[in-house]
């Protein structure tokens, strides 16, 4: 079945270390997959896709097939990145399957 | 705001009425999508439309659960006979095309009592 787990319900780093939040995927198909973001008091949005390949606000993920993850990195967190982070994988293009959420707290 | 809306923000209702809640997608996206969020786990798929048509429908969305999109534009997700369970966060999401971002309105919070 089609699963994605983050195995982390909250990381707490501090402002400027490194962040990595981890996403792994069963999908026995080519996978599709994005890392949403949802900020205090606001919907969920986009933050990136990887087909995509493209860095934003400093975030970057890289899909590893062998391993089945899409894990979500940053070298310098920053207090405004905490939120709450979903990775989410894109089925037949009809619909998404998310994971349960990673809340990231960065202190200062 | 030329986003996702829904409406209403919040709902409560005593078990076993019914409610009724409205998705205004995107304007030009055609695809518009249901989501059901509840505490601790991410947002789970109920059914989508391409314009009028209801193509998918998740095994979650029960017979007491019906959605419809009468003229291709704004949604709506109807709730029979509510239970404790059904309380949540309703999300709904459009896109322009199948593989394109989906975007999020802000959800409506039903709550059964």
């Known amino acids: 079945a089609q699963r994605v787990t983050q195995p982390e319900k909250l990381l707490s780093v501090f402002k400027g270390a490194p962040v990595e939040l981890k996403c792994n995927y069963s999908y026995s198909g080519s996978p599709e997959l994005f890392w949403y973001v949802q900020y205090s008091r606001q919907r969920l949005q986009l933050l990136l896709r990887?087909?995509s390949r493209e860095s934003i606000k400093g975030f970057t993920a890289d899909l590893n097939k062998g391993e089945t993850s899409f894990h979500l990195k940053k070298p310098f967190a920053q207090e405004e990145d905490s939120a709450m982070y979903y990775c989410?994988?894109?089925?037949?293009?009809?619909?998404?399957?998310f994971g349960a959420g990673t809340i990231l707290r960065v202190k200062s | 705001d030329t986003g996702v809306s829904q409406d209403p923000r919040h709902k409560i209702t005593k078990r076993g009425q019914n409610v009724t809640f409205r998705c205004d997608p995107i304007s030009e996206h055609n695809r518009l999508y249901w989501y059901r969020q509840t505490l601790g786990q991410g947002p789970e798929f109920l059914t989508y439309?391409?314009?009028?048509?209801?193509?998918?429908k998740s095994r979650l969305l029960s017979d007491r659960f019906s959605a419809e999109r009468p003229k291709g534009s704004f949604s709506t997700l109807e709730i029979q006979r509510t239970e404790q369970g059904d309380s949540a966060m309703y999300l709904c999401?459009?896109?322009?095309?199948?593989?394109?971002?989906?975007?999020f309105g802000p959800g409506t919070r039903l709550t059964v009592t």
């Open positions: 999401a459009s896109s322009f095309r199948g593989r394109d971002e989906q975007y």
């Open positions: 990887h087909i």
């Open positions: 989410a994988l894109f089925l037949y293009g009809n619909k998404l399957v």
């Open positions: 439309f391409q314009n009028e048509a209801q193509l998918e």
